[in-house]
């Protein structure tokens, strides 16, 4: 056994993490069957609308200072902006608090659903935890504890899983699926914070809050940017959900979030793994020869080859999938999953070649193209509102997402082979 383990420290740091990232996006996958027996489709589109809210709220409270936390030569300074991170997810979580108490109907409201509104309440919660968490998990990142982040990640989707699952069976309804999702927070976050504190209590104490003011400044450009940059990019993201709810029926944003789950986990898992390898390797010949475009043309075959079969069969056996693991009133989730499945195939084909907009340092296109892409999914939704069907919407969005992706693939090799221009 010891000789099939990888030998090199890189090696060993990656498997750790993808084990531990596996196990955490197959523990929701495995749980679906049961929790579709559990819950209706009304109120997993509840419970979707409440974690798209979480999420593009969730790009504000940190300010996004948690990127810069690999960046400081020392310790000393990753740390402060840590606590920075930590610090101003506390505060603007209990600003939105506030909002919250005084906008939570009118919220509910524009969201097509005003059940929702004491949903909303848990939105400042899981902002906070969201912002603490991923200020640890870099901190975690940084100091190169992979075990670490492999053991929070499976702890916050176990615990989510059997939080979910209780509730479900306790006939709590809806809020079950958000308390468990809450309760996965919390224990995962517990679970980093008595790590780091356990290792790094000495540099904790020695904190000043007037180092983290000043860092604040000098890596002001993380907040300038990178809000607007990433909030795009999580707003297109989690749009679907939101228009789905507003223009047609809460058991749409319902159906669109089971077939979101199943075919996300194994696709991300996949062109993760390939995107981190090309990434490497287009870097260091980026370097050495002033161009990837063999690595990207190479990359982008095995994309291509090992994809086509198993999407083309996923498409023509999706429907009748669906209703026999889920049961048949996720039919619909299953003709979702056929028309949404020409834009998995090209996101699967481009999006780990996108590290291109980074190797050749052009985020400049990648932030109008995020741009692009959002007003895309509106457009495509208030088509299909004028036609009055969601499935027309969706058709609409799917075609949006595959010319975005296109466009993408064409300017990432157009980087690949000539970064210069």
């Not at 309804?173 to 980093?192: H, M, R």
């Not at 809000?227 to 789905?244: E, K």
């Not at 089971?258 to 996949?270: F, G, I, K, N």
């Not at 390797?281 to 690595?295: D, L, M, T």
Request: charged share 10%.
């Amino acid at each position: 056994m010891r000789r099939l383990l990888p030998k090199s420290s890189y090696a060993r740091n990656v498997l750790t993490l993808m084990t531990g990232t596996s196990l955490a996006q197959a523990i929701p996958i495995a749980i679906s069957p049961i929790l579709t027996r559990l819950y209706s489709p009304e109120e997993f589109g509840r419970f979707a609308l409440y974690m798209a809210v979480a999420m593009i709220a969730g790009v504000l409270v940190s300010g996004r200072y948690e990127l810069a936390i690999l960046l400081p030569r020392h310790d000393r300074d990753a740390l402060h902006i840590a606590a920075l991170a930590v610090a101003l997810s506390i505060v603007i979580s209990t600003m939105l608090l506030g909002f919250v108490i005084f906008y939570a109907d009118s919220i509910a409201s524009l969201l097509g659903d005003a059940t929702l509104a004491p949903w909303l309440y848990w939105v400042p919660a899981s902002t906070l935890l969201l912002g603490v968490y991923q200020s640890l998990n870099y901190w975690s990142n940084r100091k190169a504890q992979y075990k670490r982040l492999a053991i929070s990640r499976t702890v916050q989707s176990g615990s989510a899983a059997l939080g979910q699952l209780g509730c479900g069976y306790a006939g709590t309804g809806a809020v079950g699926l958000v308390a468990g999702q809450v309760s996965g927070q919390v224990l995962a976050t517990g679970v980093l914070a008595r790590l780091i504190w356990h290792e790094d209590r000495a540099l904790i104490r020695a904190l000043r809050p007037l180092r983290s003011f000043a860092l604040a400044k000098k890596y002001i450009n993380f907040p300038k940017y990178l809000i607007v940059a990433h909030g795009f990019n999580t707003a297109s993201g989690q749009m679907p959900v939101l228009l789905l709810s507003a223009l047609f029926a809460t058991s749409a944003a319902g159906f669109f979030t089971l077939t979101q789950r199943v075919m996300a986990a194994p696709m991300s898992l996949v062109a993760n793994a390939l995107g981190d390898v090309f990434r490497q390797e287009a870097s260091q010949a980026y370097i050495c020869k002033g161009n990837c475009k063999e690595i990207y043309k190479n990359t982008f075959k095995r994309l291509l080859y090992i994809s086509i079969l198993p999407f083309a069969i996923f498409f023509i056996v999706a429907p009748d999938l669906f209703a026999w693991v889920f049961g048949e009133q996720w039919r619909v989730a299953g003709e979702y999953a056929q028309i949404l499945t020409p834009m998995a195939f090209f996101q699967f084909i481009t999006s780990p070649l996108s590290a291109m907009f980074m190797i050749a340092e052009k985020q400049s296109f990648d932030l109008y193209w995020q741009v692009f892409l959002f007003v895309s999914v509106v457009v495509s939704f208030l088509i299909g509102k004028a036609a009055g069907d969601s499935t027309c919407a969706l058709m609409f969005f799917s075609l949006a997402y595959c010319v975005a992706y296109i466009i993408n693939g064409c300017m990432t090799y157009h980087f690949a082979k000539n970064p210069a221009r």
